[in-house]
């Protein structure tokens, strides 16, 4: 029986935002982390459904908290970014 193996949240962020980048397949993405596409997938779907609680009117956070969610701001903005790039040169393509 294998072992399963266990992420950090941190790498799984890593390998979600290279994959939104859109620059490498799937495919060699999953090679290059040695990971199954089925497994990137899932991570980007959850990250994406989740995205939105960036934008909640919650309480405020403090301290590393709050730092933590500026860079997550600037992280989904950068994201945002890229998608209307992505998009923009696959329309200019056609």
Aim: no cysteine; net charge positive.
């Amino acid at each position: 029986m294998a072992n399963r193996r266990k992420f950090t949240s941190e790498f799984k962020k890593k390998v979600v935002l290279e994959a939104l980048q859109e620059r490498v397949t799937l495919a060699d993405l999953a090679q290059k982390y040695e990971l199954h596409p089925q497994q990137i997938t899932t991570w980007k779907t959850h990250f994406i459904a989740n995205a939105a609680q960036v934008f909640d009117n919650g309480s405020a956070p403090s301290g590393k908290g709050q730092f933590m969610e500026k860079e997550r701001d600037g992280l989904l903005r950068t994201i945002g970014e890229q998608k209307v790039q992505i998009d923009f040169l696959k329309k200019s393509l056609r």
